[in-house]
C-alpha cells in the first residue's frame, strides 16, 4: 500500500505554545490529505480535509484559527495547533487519499501531542 | 443522518474465527473500507468492497451487501496480534467517508 509519513511522533510543549506537524505521502501524489484527533479509547474524528493549492474544509466545531492546514504541495500537508492547551493534548493522525478508484485513505503513524 | 454500527466489543479465543458486523445507512454508496488499529497506533487499511459479496485476503474475509446496508469482516486462525479495533467506514455519494466507532477485538489464549 501507499506510504505515509508523519512528523513528529511525540511532542510535548509548554501551554501557548505552537506545535507543526508534518504530513507526507512518500510514493503518491496526494491531491487530499485529512487530519484526524484521537482521545484515548475513542473513535476518530476527523478535524479538516486539506486540498492542494486551496483552503482546508473545516469540520463543524473545529476552529481554524487554532488549527491552521497548510497543503502547499502534492506530497505535503501542515497542521500547526497555535497556543495549544493542555485540553489539545491528544493523537493527530494525518491520512492521504490515494487518487482515483477506490479513494482508499492511507495513514500516517500519527502524533502523540502533550501539552504541559 | 448518516449512521454506521458496529459492535462496541467483541472477544473470541485463539486459533478461532469470529465475524464483525457493521451496518450503515449513507446517502448514497461508493465503497466500504475496513482498517485495524492497534491501541495507541493510526488505523492501517484491510479491505475494501464495492460491489456484493465476499472478498478474501488470506486469513481475513470482507463481506458486502448493498441491499441490505451489510458488511462483515471475518477473522480466521485467530492470533493473539489480532487483538485490536476494527473500523468500519463507508464512503458517501460526496465521497466523504463516513466511520464507525470500531469494534474492540479482545482475543484470549
Known amino acids: 500500500g501507499a506510504v505515509v509519513s508523519q512528523h513528529p511522533s511525540r511532542v510535548i510543549c509548554k501551554s501557548g505554545t505552537s506545535v507543526k506537524i508534518e504530513c507526507r505521502s512518500l510514493?503518491?501524489?496526494?491531491?487530499?490529505m485529512f487530519w484526524y484527533r484521537q482521545f484515548p479509547k475513542q473513535s476518530l474524528m476527523l478535524m479538516a480535509t486539506?486540498?492542494?493549492?486551496?483552503?482546508?474544509?473545516?469540520e463543524q466545531g473545529v476552529e481554524k484559527d487554532k488549527f491552521l492546514i497548510n497543503h502547499a504541495s502534492l506530497t505535503l500537508s501542515t497542521l500547526t495547533v497555535t497556543s495549544a492547551h493542555p485540553e489539545d493534548s491528544s493523537f493527530y493522525i494525518c491520512?492521504?487519499?490515494?487518487?482515483?478508484?477506490?479513494?482508499?485513505?492511507?495513514f500516517g503513524p500519527g502524533t502523540r501531542l502533550l501539552v504541559l | 443522518g448518516q449512521n454506521i454500527d458496529q459492535p462496541t466489543e467483541m472477544t473470541a479465543t485463539e486459533g478461532a474465527i469470529v465475524q464483525i458486523n457493521c451496518t450503515y445507512q449513507?446517502?448514497?454508496?461508493?465503497?466500504l473500507f475496513w482498517y485495524q488499529q492497534h491501541a495507541g497506533e493510526a488505523p492501517t487499511f484491510l479491505s475494501y468492497?464495492?460491489l456484493d459479496g465476499l472478498e478474501e485476503k488470506g486469513r481475513f474475509s470482507s463481506f458486502l451487501s448493498r441491499s441490505k446496508g451489510y458488511s462483515y469482516l471475518l477473522l480466521k486462525e485467530l492470533q493473539m496480534k489480532d487483538s485490536a479495533s476494527y473500523l468500519c467506514?463507508?464512503?458517501?455519494?460526496?465521497?466523504?467517508?463516513?466511520w464507525g466507532a470500531g469494534t474492540k477485538l479482545i482475543i484470549k489464549p
Open positions: 491520512s492521504a487519499r490515494v487518487p482515483g478508484g477506490r479513494e482508499t485513505q492511507y
Open positions: 510514493d503518491f501524489q496526494a491531491t487530499t
Open positions: 486539506s486540498n492542494e493549492g486551496s483552503k482546508a474544509t473545516y
Open positions: 449513507t446517502s448514497g454508496f461508493n465503497g
Open positions: 468492497n464495492v
Open positions: 467506514a463507508v464512503t458517501d455519494s460526496n465521497y466523504q467517508l463516513i
